[in-house]
């Protein structure tokens, strides 16, 4: 009795994780997956990292996860949603916008829930990641903020290098003559919250997958865009974006309750000309955070916005 009400319980936990699409034509279909902000206990305050948002692509046949969460625990809470959104569905590739840990730490734990399954990341993007997991900075960086996290190894994780020559990749669906396929376009736009950025492009949905170029309603990582001319080449980037006149555009990191409105891209924009212009007229981070949370209330990650500001003020860690 109590394993049939142990698998009741799973059942109704898997129905509860299914999701409908965000938008869909003919047999494909584009998904979202909200993980929840993450505390972080950071010079003596209780702060929290972003909410994060991870898009799925799927036809009725295959499906292609774009980024993977920071750690195992959380990257199985994804595959348990993946599994209940489109059961049945080979799960094919992992596409990685850019190579912050908090996009690709938990990839062997998917590798794990899905055998077979490669990841795809343009040169550059790898070689930011292997410097992420780089044991001086990992652990300064992110073991410090979250103990008991381990660096993956990415010798064990089946990446396949896409060429700038031919970066677009295919979702099929049906089979032999009958089979058609969806391309997925990354597009190298440079500047984001980090550099060598990609986005990645859905023609057929006219959705954009955005990673860390364009945000949501949270607080933007400015850590690495300490110079007007790395600020200007993330607007650009923006623009890069826009150009492709979206129908969707989906951040990694955004509120649980937004929608995917091209609005997002003018509003990444406005945060990031605020952001250089309150640094110009304060004298502390403290000042600059508590400017930056009357100017933009709705936002959230306390954790970003107090280490991006300090870092501009030499005070993180």
Not at 93 to 109: E, K, R
Not at 298 to 307: D, K, T, V
Request: proline fraction near 6%; hydrophobic fraction near 40%.
């Amino acid at each position: 009795m109590h394993l049939l009400s142990r698998i009741m319980a799973l059942l109704v936990a898997s129905l509860a994780l299914a999701t409908q699409p965000i938008t869909e034509k003919g047999d494909l279909q584009l998904y979202t997956y909200k993980a929840p902000a993450v505390p972080i206990e950071y010079q003596n305050s209780t702060l929290s990292f972003s909410p994060t948002t991870f898009t799925l692509i799927s036809t009725k046949d295959e499906a292609v996860l774009i980024d993977a969460p920071l750690s195992p625990d959380r990257g199985n809470d994804l595959a348990d949603w993946i599994e209940a959104t489109v059961p049945g569905r080979k799960l094919t590739a992992i596409y990685i916008t850019h190579g912050h840990g908090d996009h690709f730490f938990a990839v062997p734990t998917l590798q794990q829930r899905f055998p077979g399954v490669k990841v795809l990341a343009t040169q550059e993007v790898y070689d930011h990641m292997l410097e992420q997991i780089e044991p001086g900075y990992f652990a300064s960086f992110w073991a410090t903020l979250f103990p008991g996290l381990e660096a993956p190894v990415l010798s064990d994780v089946d990446i396949e290098i896409l060429r700038p020559t031919r970066l677009s990749f295919y979702l099929g669906t049906g089979h032999g003559k009958h089979r058609k396929q969806h391309e997925l376009r990354p597009v190298e736009v440079g500047e984001g919250d980090t550099y060598n950025s990609t986005v990645l492009y859905v023609p057929d949905l006219k959705a954009v997958v955005t990673g860390d170029v364009v945000y949501g309603h949270c607080f933007q990582y400015l850590a690495e865009n300490t110079t007007p001319e790395l600020r200007a080449q993330w607007i650009k980037s923006i623009d890069q974006v826009a150009a492709l006149n979206p129908h969707y555009v989906i951040p990694s990191h955004a509120r649980s309750t937004e929608n995917y409105e091209p609005a997002h891209l003018a509003e990444t924009k406005t945060y990031i000309r605020a952001f250089g212009e309150l640094f110009a007229q304060t004298s502390s981070w403290e000042q600059l955070e508590t400017s930056l949370q009357h100017r933009f209330p709705e936002r959230e990650g306390s954790f970003i916005l107090r280490y991006s500001t300090q870092v501009f003020f030499d005070a993180a860690f």
